[in-house]
């Protein structure tokens, strides 16, 4: 049977942590959903649409790979779109206490999904969107956190405030 996951996040503005985790599952996984969430607490640098532009032109290679925007009940909308599993990066221990507590609720919401976490890489554990935002701000290179295809799209972007 046909499996289809879901990577969620802000992916304000999208690492080679992220891409990394959606290539991986890719490869174990028939479909994977890349969702950006719009209804986030933080106010974002990067519109929602530049977020999906920059993960689909960072995904381009991936075929089974479709990146959507997402509002309300992340568990809802797996319902609606037949997804089996939730994917998850995990960086470190501090990640695992959130992750953990809302893996069991998303199962509480929806008792058929799953939550699958991916150790995240050793190259690339380190890397989170504000990382990347803080230091292209301060005019640091962010060349080795972020895809080649969408460097100097989110560099100019950044300095421009
Ligand atoms: P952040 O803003 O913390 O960078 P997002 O909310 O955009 O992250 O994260 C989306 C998903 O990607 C989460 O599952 C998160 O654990 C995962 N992720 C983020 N950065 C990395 C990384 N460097 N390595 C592995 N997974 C990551």
Same mark, same amino acid.
Not at 8 to 18: A, I, N, Q, W
């Given at each position: 049977?046909? %499996?289809?996951?879901?990577?969620?996040?802000?992916?304000?503005?999208?690492? *080679?942590?992220?891409?990394?985790?959606?290539?991986?599952?890719? #490869?174990?996984?028939? #479909?994977?959903?890349?969702?950006? $969430?719009?209804?986030?607490?933080?106010?974002?640098?990067?519109?929602?649409?530049?977020?999906?532009? *920059?993960?689909?032109?960072?995904?381009?290679?991936?075929?089974?790979?479709?990146?959507?925007?997402?509002?309300? $009940?992340?568990?809802?909308?797996?319902?609606?779109? #037949?997804?089996?599993?939730?994917? %998850?990066?995990?960086?470190?221990?501090?990640?695992?206490?959130?992750?953990?507590?809302?893996?069991? /609720?998303?199962? %509480?919401?929806?008792?058929? $999904?799953? /939550?699958?976490?991916?150790?995240?890489?050793?190259?690339?554990?380190?890397?989170?969107?504000?990382?990347?935002?803080?230091?292209?701000?301060?005019?640091?290179?962010?060349?080795?956190?972020?895809? #080649?295809?969408?460097?100097?799209?989110?560099?100019?972007? $950044?300095? %421009?405030?």
């Amino acid at each position: 049977m046909s %499996k289809t996951v879901i990577c969620p996040g802000s992916f304000d503005p999208v690492t *080679l942590g992220h891409v990394d985790i959606i290539t991986r599952a890719s #490869k174990m996984f028939d #479909k994977v959903i890349v969702a950006v $969430l719009v209804n986030s607490s933080k106010t974002p640098s990067f519109s929602i649409e530049e977020r999906i532009e *920059l993960l689909q032109d960072s995904t381009c290679g991936i075929e089974n790979v479709e990146v959507v925007s997402f509002n309300g $009940l992340l568990a809802e909308y797996c319902r609606e779109r #037949k997804v089996d599993a939730i994917v %998850k990066g995990l960086r470190a221990v501090t990640d695992f206490e959130y992750e953990f507590q809302m893996a069991l /609720t998303n199962k %509480k919401l929806n008792p058929m $999904l799953e /939550t699958i976490f991916l150790t995240a890489d050793a190259d690339s554990m380190y890397l989170s969107s504000s990382m990347v935002r803080e230091v292209a701000s301060m005019g640091g290179d962010i060349s080795n956190f972020v895809p #080649k295809c969408v460097h100097q799209r989110i560099v100019e972007r $950044l300095n %421009k405030g």
